[in-house]
């Protein structure tokens, strides 16, 4: 059987800069690598969380005026925290906006969001021994 392991994800962004500064403020993502194509008008920058190999691709288009339309059959990008209630409170404090933490079954929570510059959305969910809990 083949493998298929997922390498990126691309959102088109308003301002580079911004959504550059997003990533890496609210997950400590950098930017492993970055290329730009005058001749094709565009900047691709790759976001990495290090030591692990799937890249957030953001796509800059030069001259892009307006927000690009999500769509609703996207939902959102999900990141794990092991330290949940600890990122709340970090992301809340860095002026950040987190959703309150919630769970799909009553107890404990499981999950919040953030919403990235151009409205992208981010689920930070809690790992347990480096599986996510839902």
Partial sequence: MLNYPMIHI???VLDLQ????FYQKAFG???GRKKDFPEGGFTLSYLVSPGLPFELELTYNYGQKE????GNGYSHLAVGVEDL?????????????PTPIK??????????????????RVEVVRLTQS???I
């Avoid at 911004?18 to 500064?21: L, N, P, Q, T």
């Avoid at 927000?67 to 999500?70: E, M």
């Fill in 10 to 12: 691309c959102y088109r």
């Fill in 18 to 21: 911004a959504s550059e500064a």
């Fill in 29 to 31: 993502f950098e930017v």
């Fill in 67 to 70: 927000a690009y339309v999500i």
């Fill in 85 to 97: 209630e600890g990122s709340h409170r970090r992301h809340s404090d860095d002026g950040l906006n």
């Fill in 103 to 120: 769970g799909l079954t009553p107890g404990k929570g499981k999950f919040y969001f953030l919403t990235d510059p151009d409205g992208f």
């Fill in 131 to 133: 599986k996510m809990e």
